[in-house]
């Protein structure tokens, strides 16, 4: 084999055991040039000197040249295992996909985002709940009036449970396990005996709590004003605080919210009329003691609302039972879609 054969027969070699074949061939023990090699010491002075550098040469370009194959061989097998082992991430959605996000979830979630922005955490409670929690740490004793006003549903067995009438035994659960400062909503089910075009036997609310020291009404105006500003993406937003009786805040206020009209329609903002959205006070400093707390050290405010009544308010429907009928078409028309989901930054009104 000449220099040009043995070259190109090293730069086709089809895998690595023919290369390696090829390098004992040539510059192995007995191998071709090694043979070549071992004659320049036969070789007298002349000779040695003009053959010495071709025969040199020839090693030298052997071995870049197995080198080289080597590393073509290498890469080549390196990409064909990447391409047997590839996971293509990037399967298309369904074109059309189905279903949607129902309107509480998606207010749920614009909450959660609006609160947590302002540094609220999210607390939970059981929907069967005891009457200790559900009312009487909530300064409602079994005598007051409020517990028949709340149609409550009674579960049977021990006579001290309830199907929870509202949020507001998650404050109760929280203080009791979590040192203050708190910070917290408590969205979820609720459920009264009632049903007409806006009461449903469940429907949802979600409470605020914030117990700290030296809180005051100023805070929880302030907190109000910019949620619901958010809520409802609008500056022109006007509360109006009217003094009212909770059993559990000390004062109290029911929230009303102003509303104009545009187009023919009633809308949140403006101040051409009032209703109402939240109760709300200052936490009863008896309440604070039921929950283990020094009422002379921590100072709180609650509020509660109607997380249903929100979104209609917000998305315009007008009966509330339609929530709760899972109509498909409902739920076409008002549903969200999977990527409507609510940030600060993008407007949370999806
Ligand atoms: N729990 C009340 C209800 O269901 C709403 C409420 C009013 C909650 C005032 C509060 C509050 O936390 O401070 O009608």
Not at 30 to 52: I, P
Not at 164 to 170: E, L
Not at 215 to 225: A, D, Q, R, S
Request: aromatic share 8%.
């Amino acid at each position: 084999m000449n220099r040009d054969e043995i070259l190109s027969r090293i730069a086709a070699a089809p895998d690595l055991g023919a290369l390696e074949s090829l390098r004992v061939e040539t510059l192995g023990k007995s191998g071709s040039v090694t043979a070549l090699l071992k004659s320049l010491g036969q070789m007298d002075a002349d000779t040695r000197t003009r053959e010495g550098p071709a025969i040199h040469g020839l090693r030298e370009a052997v071995t870049n040249g197995i080198a080289e194959r080597k590393a073509a061989l290498e890469n080549a097998e390196l990409d064909r295992r990447l391409a047997t082992e590839r996971l293509d991430l990037s399967l298309p959605a369904p074109s059309s996909p189905k279903g949607s996000i129902h309107p509480v979830s998606q207010v749920l979630d614009e909450l959660t985002e609006i609160f947590a922005d302002l540094g609220f955490a999210v607390a939970e409670g059981p929907e069967i709940e005891d009457d200790w929690h559900n009312f009487t740490a909530l300064n409602i004793p079994e005598t007051h009036p409020a517990r028949a006003m709340h149609d409550t549903f009674y579960v049977e067995g021990d006579g001290h449970h309830v199907l929870r009438t509202h949020t507001s035994p998650v404050q109760i659960r929280t203080m009791q396990t979590q040192k203050p400062p708190i910070r917290i909503i408590a969205p979820g089910r609720v459920y009264r005996s009632d049903s007409d075009a806006t009461h449903t036997p469940m429907f949802h609310q979600i409470e605020g709590l914030v117990i700290d020291r030296g809180i005051t009404l100023g805070h929880l105006k302030w907190t109000l004003e910019t949620f619901l500003k958010a809520f409802f993406e609008r500056d022109d937003i006007v509360l109006r605080m009217r003094p009212s009786y909770f059993p559990f805040t000390e004062p109290s206020a029911e929230v009303d919210v102003g509303w104009s009209m545009e187009k023919g329609r009633r809308v949140v903002g403006g101040s051409e009329g009032w209703m109402e959205v939240l109760g709300s006070g200052m936490v009863h400093p008896k309440v604070i003691a039921n929950c283990g707390l020094d009422p002379n050290e921590w100072q709180g405010f609650a509020f509660g609302t109607g997380v249903d009544r929100l979104a209609m308010l917000k998305y315009g429907m007008d009966d509330l039972r339609a929530f709760f009928d899972g109509d498909l078409r409902w739920m076409k028309h008002y549903g969200f879609r999977f990527f409507d989901v609510p940030t600060l930054s993008g407007g949370v009104g999806a």
